[in-house]
Structures are given as C-alpha cells and as structure tokens.
C-alpha cells in the first residue's frame, strides 16, 4: 500500500548453537576477543576509527560529543622520538577513560586526535567532564617522562542530532580551541 514498515526477524538460539563442547564461556570469550582485535586501539586502549565507522557514526542520537586532540603532539614525536610519543598518547588516553562513565565511549579517531561520545549526560555535567578531563591532563606526570607536560584541546557539542553531524561540529570547535591550547 506505498506504506513504509519495519520487519523485525527473530530466531531461537540454543545453547548448542551458541556453545561449544568445552563450555559455554567459549563462545562468548570468542566473540570478546574477536571484537578486542577488532574495535580497541592496541596502543591507547580506547576504541578505534574503525568502530566508529561500524557502530556509531550512523547513530541517530547522542547527547554529547567532543573531540580532543593533544597539544603540541608532533613537536613530542619530533624532539623525543616516537616512542615518547607512545607513552604520551597511553598516559592521556588512560587519564582520560578514567574521567568518564563506562557507558561513554573514547574512540581514537586519527593520530592524536580522540573522539568522546556520551549518552544520557547532563548539560552541567558534560561541561564539567571536559573541564575534568582538561585539568587532569594538565596535571598529569608521566612517570617514564618526568619532565614531560602534556595538555589537550577540546571542542564539545551539547545536542541531541545523529552522531556523525555532532562529530563535524566538535571538530570545528576543537580547531578553535587549538588556537588558543589548553583549551
């Protein structure tokens, strides 16, 4: 009748389907490992681009969005060679999922450019999160490093939209804000 409509399929699973003769944490340590190899940075532990690309970008719908980019990072790689740069991208990277709720989500975007999503998040709370994040690495001592300083640029958007229009938005926000660094 020229009427739009969702088909929802369903199936029943059992536990022979889904389990294998050692158990049934075999299938689902699997599939765990499988998506580890798969969607997490080895280097940084956070998401990687291509989970962004398969699971978020087409999201309808976030509260929130940042992207965070580190300042100065090519003069670290430069000066102190890349493996400084290794350990500077781990200390910000662990610094920064420690800031956030388990349900957001750290995703390396590019080199050293990160993208924050949060869902169910507070206008207040949001803000404060960033400026949380800022501070702390900005305080942060990289034990390997003493004398290395490290902060980070920020742009974050506060709207409900899909996610892949608040990503442009955050990204031109974060170029602003690397203007000015520590931002």
Do not use: W
Request: proline fraction near 3%; hydrophobic fraction near 35%.
């Amino acid at each position: 009748d020229g009427q739009p409509f969702v088909l929802e399929m369903m199936s029943c699973i059992t536990d022979g389907v889904l389990f294998g003769a050692k158990g049934k944490n075999e299938f689902a340590e699997a599939i765990t490992n499988y998506n580890r190899k798969l969607y997490l940075d080895p280097l940084t532990g956070a998401y990687n681009r291509q989970y962004y690309e398969e699971q978020l970008r087409e999201l309808q719908s976030s509260d929130a969005v940042a992207m965070l980019d580190l300042d100065d990072f090519k003069s670290i790689n430069d000066t102190r060679g890349h493996s400084v740069g290794d350990i500077a991208l781990r200390a910000v990277i662990s610094s920064v999922i420690q800031c956030v709720r388990g349900t957001d989500e750290v995703i390396r975007y590019g080199g050293d450019e990160f993208l924050l999503v949060f869902r169910n998040i507070p206008r207040k709370v949001f803000a404060a999160r960033l400026e949380q994040i800022r501070q702390t690495v900005e305080n942060l001592k990289v034990e390997e490093q003493p004398d290395l300083r490290l902060t980070v640029s920020i742009g974050g958007v506060y709207r409900q939209g899909p996610v892949k229009e608040r990503v442009q938005e955050a990204d031109c926000l974060l170029y602003q804000a690397k203007n000015v660094k520590n931002c």
